[in-house]
């Protein structure tokens, strides 16, 4: 992921994820400021549940909105009387449709604008949120609690222009959803072998191809990548990072204890990552198409069942990884491992960036009713929003038995096994992340998680493959086999890839031409003969000064600096 909006990572997330941004529609109101300030469009006493229509854009794709017609989504205007006309941004395209609005002046009532909310900041186009938050908004304030101070914009521009949303609230990891993958079926006929470093995980890949060269009569595809627009950071270079011993910080490495950034592609260890990707291109072993096909492709084959291999995050196959299952080939799912270039090397997964505010919903100056619109964000803030967007309807999607939320066994098995339907009619999982929330194992005053994912549900969403997996290496969870977030100290900078980008001077411009060379050098060089890959690496980065490589990474450090001190509150 990128401070410039190219990426929406993980997260990846990420996603889960989905794709769970929503937009609604309102007209202009002139100055747009809040409603009891400056020219109130609406009484703050109004009906509170009468029908509005908000528009809203997202700058994620969400291929299972489905009009706010799901059941959750009409739960939501039953009980808010909003209803949202949604336009969701087509893969890889959101960062374009941002930067026509803002030349534009068009926009949207509520906007998710990603990294580029920025853009949108310089054209005038969001409003300060803090007066609305502050007398409209006790659920936003409750969940975000201590962490307050870490919704202004930056510190020159104190101004709240999103509610964060793309982070939840005290978020504890209870799995793991990435990393480097590998199809159960492989690791069962194998024996369930070590699978640590690089090497590790190319000899599984091997030996389970010299044995089956096919699978269902096409050929077998031992490791495959997805390189499609912003996709190549997830699955071909930011893996570099986790590799390598870091967790993601967007295009950099930051020095812990000057905060100094540098592009990470310049630390040596990572050369030494791109090699063996180049290795195993000439061997055979990726997918010689890793580079051409689009992410469709790169789905489509996964589905198949004939891909040993993934590096990647799980919301990025998470819709091939379910079509398996609804096809009966469940032995074909992945399981997840840290492996790193050598064993002198941590995976970073479970680093913890505190809470990391920066991207989510705002208002912009074209909404008719702010006041409604933040109460709307409210509700879905709140206990009642919460436990609603995550579990969906009492005894329809779930039951309390002696006082616990339980999931019925027909319904989880609809989640597990038909996902994308399960989301598209029930909602849930669709409105998560359209405002404050709370992360997974925080409880609510009856004593219940907020979300489902939690040790118990998480474990019984596994199929049988999985948990036969996981048994074998002596694990509940694959979280289980990662490091642990104890073992790395917090990030003071949380993940600088959501850092805003400045909108004036040069940097938009170098980082741009930097992002050129990147995605042209990197498969070229993985693609080498090996004997041409150093030529071709050490000639990319030394394009990438030439470009203006130094005079960027100088003013991101600021960037992080700044980031450092506006959260800390110094």
Not at 157 to 178: E, L, W
Not at 497 to 524: F, H, L
Not at 541 to 569: H, I, N, P
Request: glycine share 8%; hydrophobic share 35%.
């Amino acid at each position: 992921m990128t401070m410039t909006g190219t990426v929406g990572k993980k997260f990846g997330l990420l996603l889960l994820a989905g794709m769970l941004f929503i937009s609604a529609g309102c007209s202009s109101s002139g100055d747009g400021k809040p409603a009891d300030s400056a020219g109130s469009t609406q009484d703050s006493k109004a009906d509170d549940t009468s029908p509005i229509t908000f528009s809203f854009f997202g700058a994620d794709a969400s291929s299972n909105w489905n009009k706010m017609q799901d059941e959750v989504g009409q739960e939501i205007t039953k009980r808010t009387g909003v209803t949202l006309d949604a336009e969701y941004a087509v893969s890889g395209a959101g960062a374009d449709k941002i930067s026509l609005m803002a030349a534009s002046g068009d926009y949207p009532d509520l906007i998710y604008g990603k990294g580029d909310v920025d853009k949108l900041v310089e054209a005038g186009a969001m409003i300060d949120l803090t007066d609305l938050i502050d007398k409209y908004a006790p659920n936003l304030k409750k969940v975000y609690g201590k962490y307050m101070n870490r919704l202004p914009y930056s510190n020159d521009d104190q101004s709240i222009y999103v509610i964060p949303s793309n982070a939840a609230v005290d978020q504890q990891d209870f799995d793991a959803g990435s990393g480097f993958e590998i199809q159960n079926a492989v690791l069962k006929e194998l024996g369930y072998p070590k699978v640590r470093t690089v090497k590790d995980f190319e000899n599984v890949l091997q030996q389970y191809k010299d044995k089956h060269p096919t699978i269902d009569g096409k050929p077998t595809i031992p490791l495959t990548l997805d390189a499609d627009d912003w996709r190549i950071m997830i699955t071909v270079t930011n893996p570099a990072v986790y590799a390598t011993g870091l967790k993601d910080d967007g295009e950099y490495y930051i020095n812990p204890d000057t905060f100094e950034a540098k592009l990470h592609y310049k630390r040596p260890e990572e050369k030494e990552y791109f090699r063996w990707l180049n290795h195993m291109y000439n061997v055979g072993l990726l997918d010689k198409e890793t580079f051409v096909q689009k992410s469709d492709q790169y789905k489509s084959k996964i589905a198949s069942g004939r891909v040993l291999g993934l590096i990647d995050a799980k919301w990025g196959y998470a819709e091939a990884e379910n079509a398996l299952k609804s096809s009966g080939k469940a032995d074909r799912t992945y399981a997840h491992f840290p492996v790193t270039m050598s064993e002198e090397y941590k995976d970073h997964n479970f680093q913890d960036t505190g809470f990391m505010s920066g991207w989510g919903v705002g208002i912009t100056t074209a909404c008719k009713d702010p006041v409604r619109a933040i109460k709307f964000l409210d509700f879905l803030a709140s206990d009642e929003g919460q436990v609603l967007i995550n579990w969906g309807i009492e005894g329809k999607h779930y039951n309390v038995v002696d006082g616990k939320r339980v999931i019925p066994q027909e319904v989880l098995d609809k989640k597990v096994n038909d996902n994308a339907n399960f989301t598209k009619t029930t909602g849930i999982g669709l409105y998560g992340n359209m405002s404050a929330h709370y992360g997974d194992g925080v409880k609510d005053a009856t004593g219940n998680y907020y979300t489902t994912n939690f040790p118990e549900q998480i474990i019984a969403s596994y199929t049988k493959p999985e948990k036969e997996t996981l048994e074998a290496y002596g694990a509940t969870t694959w979280k289980d086999l990662f490091p642990s977030s104890k073992e790395f100290p917090v990030k003071p900078w949380g993940a600088a890839w959501n850092i805003a980008a400045p909108q004036d001077g040069n940097y938009n411009v170098i980082y741009q031409k930097t992002q050129d060379i990147i995605r042209k050098r990197i498969p070229e060089a993985v693609l080498a003969k090996p004997e041409k890959f150093d030529a071709i690496f050490d000639g990319m980065l030394k394009e990438l000064d030439d470009a203006g490589a130094v005079e960027m990474e100088k003013q991101y450090t600021e960037l992080v600096k700044a980031r450092v001190e506006l959260w800390s509150g110094k």
